[in-house]
């Protein structure tokens, strides 16, 4: 599976709940040097657990014909999918990203589904004229 290179910038903030013994064990690592911060030791125990599951992501992946990583859709794109009159499914694991150029309209007649396994990106207007296709 390719180690993907992203900014802080391209990271999504998430929130969990841990038990305080849980946390406390954390903060001890952390205090002793073996990580950087909590999101450290984290990052990196998600990381174990992603590279110890690598061969069923990538037969999932194969399987569902999932791009891996990211994935970008200019105006300019989804205009010639408009003009070879095609419907896009677009299906990724990672990043799909609309340009803030695209209009509502030209997604709603270019995009027939979407499923993004991490995290769409799309101007409020693109992502509720494609709600009823997102999954």
Do not use: C, W
């Amino acid at each position: 599976m390719p180690d993907l290179k992203l900014r802080p910038a391209d990271s999504e903030k998430i929130t969990i709940n841990l038990f305080p013994v849980d946390l406390g064990q954390i903060d001890l690592l952390v205090q002793q040097g073996f990580y950087a911060n909590r999101s450290d030791l984290i990052r990196t125990a998600i990381r174990n657990q992603l590279n110890q599951h690598a061969e069923v992501v990538r037969q999932t992946v194969e399987r569902n014909q999932f791009v891996l990583g990211l994935q970008q859709f200019s105006s300019a794109d989804l205009e010639a999918a408009r003009t070879a009159g095609e419907m896009l499914n677009i299906r990724v694991l990672g990043l799909a990203t609309i340009a803030p150029d695209v209009t509502a309209e030209l997604a709603a007649a270019t995009i027939q589904s979407i499923t993004v396994l991490g995290a769409l990106h799309a101007s409020p207007a693109v992502k509720a004229a494609l709600a009823g296709r997102i999954s």
